[in-house]
Nanobody, 117 residues
Framework: QVQLVESGGGLVQAGGSLRLSCAASGSIFRANGMGWYRQAPGKQRELVADISRSGLTNYADSVKGRFTISRDNAKNTVYLQMNRLKPEDTAVYYC???????????WGPGTQVTVST
């Protein structure tokens, strides 16, 4: 019914920036909460940032002040601007969204972000 696809990942040097995007297919469904999670090898998946439909945001302490989440409600799209990247930010980043009309939430396939020393 819904697919989420991330884009914008890649390899960047420490101190650099990347911008991730995630668009939900199936525009007949309105997204409620949207967010970004990440998972490094051997670690649990963790919340990076999320944003409500009204624009309220919250961030993991490790990224606060460096990352900014935003969304376009008309496009069911969420973005993550990542600045001053650190090697410890290296992970697979996953888009997440729930929808008013659907009984479960959805995940994208993930996009790799690698920050070199």
């Amino acid at each position: 019914q819904v697919q989420l696809v991330e884009s914008g990942g890649g390899l960047v040097q420490a101190g650099g920036s990347l911008r991730l995007s995630c668009a939900a297919s199936g525009s007949i469904f309105r997204a409620n909460g949207m967010g970004w999670y990440r998972q490094a090898p051997g670690k649990q998946r963790e919340l990076v940032a999320d944003i409500s439909r009204s624009g309220l945001t919250n961030y993991a302490d490790s990224v606060k002040g460096r990352f900014t989440i935003s969304r376009d409600n008309a496009k069911n799209t969420v973005y993550l601007q990542m600045n001053r990247l650190k090697p410890e930010d290296t992970a697979v980043y996953y888009c997440h969204a729930d929808f008013y009309a659907l009984p479960r939430d959805y995940w994208g396939p993930g996009t790799q972000v690698t920050v070199s020393t």
